[in-house]
């Protein structure tokens, strides 16, 4: 799991906003990025959370936070705008300069996103932008208030209700969207900014992604974030992006060489003080070893069960191609799936003992080609008499010492 921290920082009202910063589970950050969260949303919805998830296992600390009014900070939502958000994240981006490092990325998700894009003009740190589902004019925000406009031009107020829940609409709120000019911000700011939208997203059309991109200086890109919904509530849509991000922004912020794993034998593993993500050299292959989210890993790999299993299963498919080649029959294709389980000895000798149990591997194989029913037979047998099969099937002696 990546190393949390709840911090708080004030922003040009003096209000306390609450936040969270991620932190690399395994390495230094190579760089600080600041996320801003849809319009009415918070800090940890899933697409925050599972972005930020993303950033993190790619090396990159990141700051989500709730604006002024939401979620955990301080602040009435009702006296909050467009330019509000946009000095939030400049304090955000400030509290890191002062406290950890100055940060080089900025993302954004929605409304956030067009916010982004505001708050780096006036960051020259900033290296890199990343939008998500934003909206080419912040002014299109206003048709979740379309029910409620009249009124809140009327009365200077009125009570929203968006996803349900009630927000406080002032006046001020719509005259401050309405002078926005995004288009003007995009042609001078010239820095990298990456645009990812889906074509499915219902709130904010995929028309405001080709008019930012249009708009943008290069270097810009564009990724379609095809299936996914405008709040990105499968962690898989989002995670992906927050990977998409990352990687992206390896081209324009300079990310030191991790230094290799190095042994004098066949195979090293390496794991520092946080989480279970386990850095595997492996001859000239980098690997990674992980445990699920429900034991506290971040699924980031294989656990090492699954690799004892993926052993078995690629011996097993390796053997029966070799032997089948050898004797010159037509075996097509060889399938092999494996489920690993502890089973209680079912005929224990000496039942005043502690419970035994016993690793089972299930192993189902799957042939095709034109073979008879001799030849299959004789497969069976080969299976189980891979090397790795054999190895498993006997007392095996570890030698271990401390360096």
């Known amino acids: 799991m990546p190393r949390i921290e709840k911090v708080t920082f004030e922003n040009s009202d003096n209000y306390e906003l609450s936040a969270i910063l991620e932190f690399p589970a395994d390495t230094k950050p190579y760089a600080f990025a600041v996320f801003a969260h849809v319009f009415t949303g918070n800090k940890s919805l899933t697409a925050t959370r599972h ?28 006296d909050t705008n467009f330019s509000s958000n946009v000095k939030d994240i400049l304090a955000a981006a400030d509290f890191l300069a002062q406290n950890y490092q100055t940060p080089k990325i900025l993302i954004g998700h929605s409304l956030g996103g067009a916010a982004v894009i505001f708050a780096a003009s006036q960051l020259e740190s900033i290296c890199a932008i990343a939008t998500v589902g934003a909206p080419s004019e912040p002014e299109h925000v206003t048709h979740l208030l379309r029910n409620k406009i009249e009124d809140i031009e009327a009365l200077g107020k009125a009570k929203v209700n968006i996803g349900g829940r009630e927000f406080t609409i002032k006046k001020q709120f719509l ?25 499915q997203d219902s709130v904010v059309g995929i028309e405001n992604a080709a008019k930012i991109y249009h708009a943008a200086y290069h270097p810009k890109s564009f990724v379609s974030l095809d299936g996914a919904d405008h709040m990105l509530t499968n962690k898989v849509d989002a995670t992906y992006t927050g990977d998409l991000i990352a990687r992206w922004v390896s081209r ?22 946080v989480g279970y ?27 090492p069960y699954q690799y004892l299993s993926t052993a078995l299963a690629s011996c097993t498919v390796m053997t029966l191609q070799m032997y089948a080649r050898r004797k010159k029959w037509n075996l097509e294709s060889v399938t092999v799936h494996i489920d690993y389980a502890k089973r209680y000895i079912d005929d224990c000798q000496d039942c005043s003992e502690k419970e035994r149990r016993i690793d089972v591997f299930n192993k ?10 001799t030849q299959r037979a004789r497969l069976l047998e080969i299976a189980n008499r891979c090397p790795v099969h054999q190895t498993l099937q006997k007392t095996v002696q570890i030698e271990s010492e401390l360096r």
Request: proline share 4%.
């Open 364 to 373: 189902v194989i799957e042939i095709e080609g034109d073979l008879d029913q």
């Open 252 to 273: 324009y912020i300079e990310f030191p060489k991790k230094e290799l794993l190095k042994t004098d034998r066949s195979v090293v593993a390496r794991l520092g003080p």
């Open 51 to 78: 972005i930020a998830r993303g950033l993190t296992k790619n090396g990159i600390a990141v700051l989500r936070f709730d604006f002024t009014g939401l979620g955990e900070s301080e602040g009435d939502f009702a």
């Open 175 to 199: 005259d401050d969207l309405r002078s926005k000019d995004m288009f003007q911000i995009l042609k001078e700011l010239k820095k990298p900014i990456m645009v990812l939208h889906s074509p």
């Open 277 to 303: 993500t386990a850095e595997i050299r492996a001859g000239d292959h980098g690997l990674l070893a992980d445990e699920g989210e429900e034991v506290g890993g971040d699924d980031f790999g294989p656990s």
